[in-house]
């Protein structure tokens, strides 16, 4: 019988540990609270901020890249890359938002 795991949470650290631990041969599932999917029912971006934004340097963007298993490495037609906007380590970006 197989090892098997539950993640508790499908942030980028609950998925990057069930990506790994299913890379190492380990039957994994995911369980995440949010009843919002990262679209809409019509395919329409979801409205919801959960999960709206995420930093990764450019090695993580590779790696997360990797996994998706497209591509050919070429990180100028990588869909990762084309939907990120680049910031240097002095820029920020301000978002309004509720903290409520």
Sequence with gaps: ???KAIVVGGS???VSCAHALSA???EVVVL???SSGPTTTTGSPNPSPTG???GLDPL???I???WLGVGDGDTDSAPLFKATIPLSIDQVILISTSLA
């Design 1 to 3: 019988m197989g090892k």
């Design 12 to 14: 980028i650290a609950g």
């Design 24 to 26: 190492a041969g380990w």
């Design 32 to 34: 995440e609270k949010s």
């Design 52 to 54: 709206a934004g995420l």
């Design 60 to 62: 993580s963007c590779k």
């Design 64 to 66: 997360v890249h990797s």
